[in-house]
């Protein structure tokens, strides 16, 4: 199966930085790539994702990069608010198929 | 977007009795629909795909006489726990796609599963 791998575990930044969360996976038949960030105790919820035909995708502080040769994904967020404050996943699917999730990142964004 | 509904979303049961988690999909039909477990602090981990009428496909390591899902309808999947221990404590979510063509999944509010 796909093994997807999510660094780093935590991270911190001050309020109006950037934050960059990079993930790795294993499949070179994953075709989709999704970001979701989870509050406390809810559903996870999607903010951007990317699929294998494009190499980058931007939604306003939001962007995803991904390389496929390397099979490494990363989400970068601009400009953090300390409502960004949470857990992201990064994800790796083929078409049809499950999920499989990285580890988790959680952020704290310092006011 | 596509709404997912979990039920119930916290359960508290004695151990040794079984609990039903239903997952539904509201305004859409899910011919699969994917089982999630996750423990504080950690990742979704995936337990099962389950299937409209067929058997559900269970990842590795999980006990599929222990976690069974009927999926009988395409807006409805049900994970029963079945002989509940204290060590099946966790947070339980199911999602769902509206196709199978490189979309989101969207996922149920979660059921938190305590075993006393």
């Known amino acids: 199966g796909e093994n997807v791998e999510q660094h780093p575990s935590t991270l911190s930044v001050q309020e109006g930085d950037s934050a960059v969360i990079k993930c790795t996976y294993s499949?070179?038949?994953?075709?989709?790539f999704p970001w979701y960030k989870q509050e406390l105790g809810k559903r996870p919820q999607l903010i951007i994702d990317?699929?294998?035909?494009?190499g980058e995708k931007k939604d306003q502080r939001i962007a995803v990069t991904l390389n496929k040769t390397a099979k490494h994904f990363s989400l970068h967020i601009t400009e953090t608010q300390p409502e960004d404050s949470a857990v992201y996943f990064c994800?790796?699917?083929?078409?049809?198929?499950?999920?499989?999730f990285g580890t988790g990142t959680s952020l704290t964004v310092i006011p | 977007g596509a709404v997912v509904s979990q039920h119930p979303s916290r359960v508290i049961c004695k151990s040794g009795t079984s609990v039903k988690i239903e997952c539904r999909s509201l305004?859409?039909?899910?011919?699969?629909m994917f089982w999630y477990r996750q423990f504080p602090k950690k990742s979704l981990m995936l337990m099962a795909t389950?299937?409209?009428?067929?058997?559900?496909?269970?990842e590795q390591g999980v006990e599929k006489d222990k976690f069974l899902i009927n999926h009988a309808s395409l807006t409805l999947s049900t994970l029963t726990v079945t002989s509940a221990h204290p060590e099946d404590s966790s947070f339980y979510i199911c999602?769902?796609?509206?196709?199978?063509?490189?979309?989101?999944?969207?996922f149920g509010q979660g059921t938190r599963l305590t075993v006393v």
């Open positions: 999602s769902a796609r509206v196709d199978n063509v490189n979309t989101e999944a969207f």
């Open positions: 499949d070179s038949a994953s075709n989709y």
């Open positions: 990317i699929r294998s035909n494009v």
């Open positions: 994800a790796a699917s083929k078409t049809g198929n499950q999920f499989y």
């Open positions: 305004d859409f039909q899910a011919t699969t």
């Open positions: 389950s299937n409209e009428g067929s058997k559900a496909t269970y």
